[in-house]
């Protein structure tokens, strides 16, 4: 490869200098593992900084590195990029020099950049077990478990438009694709909502109930509309075959562990100890707490709104910890602390830790690439499809 002849020297110069000759030998060995080796678990702060910020440099414009806004400050302060997941691979798709996209995230994340970038570019994401709870709760089969059985207790004209929330494997997102749906974000649930209403008669949306619910009541569907599919057990749908006849959306059971933590207790605590403080959440909250809140939105809706209030507002939030951390840090003129008083990062996400960032990045100077995340290209194609769909919306 390219990259070997090109930085082969520099690798020398800048890296394996930090090893001892019996570090040298373990490295080496690295290379042969499936998982993360024990010398880079046991390697310390300082040394994972210099490792990892040496390998950017050699590895220059040839990398990428994207950050989710939910990551630990350990992994942030690398990150060329942060942001949300379909802005993290917009973005990455739009640096067609990068080589190697190495997505700090969880695995959807890596998916959709996956689909989203060129085929000269491979996605690599640290810790192969970073996954998303949430995206987990919804899986092909049992997809297409529902779609069989409402289609046939609705019948063929049922006019179903299947809808999933971007956290969601790539096979889901096709799924979308080849059914006439489409994909959504927390920004724009209610413009792809709207859309899907113009095509059909009725929304399946997954895998995100409270989300679902959230943006069906902005939509003016009232809670008599909606039933919940639970993929665990059928049998047991919440509601009657009148109701799900009756049905405009029919909501997944599956929720955010993280946006579950945040009550309504809390918020009224919260309100008791700072009179007239704003309370701001995430829509993947249950309805309870969203229509208890002032205002609710997006990640980006969430840093929007920060970033623009004045010197003096007081700012109560409901979602991830390490975001709320961040921008209470950014904002020192401001009063802002999460919602939950138990400090509860993204379980998930928390598993990139900068031992697996130096790992794949000092592999790559190696020439050899660790957990890159491929998505078949029938699979891709479909899920581009929907994400397409959805994109033509904005």
């Keep these: ?114 689909v989203l970038s060129a085929a000269h570019q491979k996605v690599i994401l640290p810790n192969p077990t970073a996954g998303c709870s949430m995206a987990d709760m919804a899986n092909i089969a049992e997809v297409e478990e529902c779609w069989d059985v409402l289609t046939e207790m609705l019948g063929e004209d049922a006019g ?101 933590r945040f009550s309504v207790e809390q918020i009224a605590k919260a309100r008791a100890d700072f009179p007239g403080i704003k309370v701001l959440v995430h829509p993947e909250c249950r309805q309870e707490v969203v229509a208890t809140a002032d205002l609710y939105g997006s990640t980006e809706y969430i840093v929007r709104q920060i970033e623009q209030a004045p010197a003096g507002s007081q700012w109560a939030v409901g979602t991830e910890i390490n975001l709320v951390h961040r921008l209470a840090e950014a904002h020192p003129e401001q009063l802002i602390f999460c919602l939950d008083p138990v400090v509860c990062p993204c379980s998930t996400m928390y598993r990139i830790h900068p031992a697996y960032l130096a790992w794949v990045l000092e592999a790559l100077l190696e020439g050899e690439v660790i957990n890159q995340v491929s998505v078949d290209e029938e699979t891709a194609h479909w899920a581009r499809v929907a994400l397409e769909r959805m994109l033509s919306l904005a």
């Design 1 to 114: 490869m390219a990259i070997l002849s090109e930085c082969a020297e520099s690798r020398e110069e800048r890296v394996l200098p930090l090893l001892s000759p019996q570090s040298r030998a373990k490295h080496d060995l690295s290379k042969r593992r499936d998982t993360i080796p024990l010398f880079y678990a046991e390697m310390q702060g300082e040394e994972l900084d210099r490792r990892i910020t040496a390998a950017r440099e050699v590895l220059g414009e040839k990398l990428v590195i994207l950050g989710h806004h939910y990551q630990r400050d350990e992994i942030i302060k690398y990150a060329d990029y942060r942001g949300d997941s379909f802005k993290l691979a917009q973005l990455a798709a739009a640096r067609p020099q990068a080589q190697y996209i190495v997505f700090c995230g969880v695995h959807f994340m890596a998916e959709s950049a996956d």
């Design 160 to 260: 179903i438009i299947p809808v999933t929330y971007m956290n969601s494997a790539a096979n889901l997102k096709a799924f979308c694709g080849r059914n006439g749906g489409v994909v959504c974000t927390s920004s724009n649930a209610p413009t792809v909502m709207r859309w899907a209403f113009s095509q059909g008669k009725r929304v399946l949306f997954f895998p995100d109930e409270h989300l679902g619910r959230n943006t069906a009541l902005k939509y003016g569907i009232t809670p008599e509309q909606m039933v919940v599919w639970n993929p665990k057990n059928p049998l047991l749908m919440e509601g009657s075959e009148e109701q799900v006849e009756q049905a405009k959306i029919i909501l997944w059971k599956g929720y955010c562990s993280t946006h579950m």
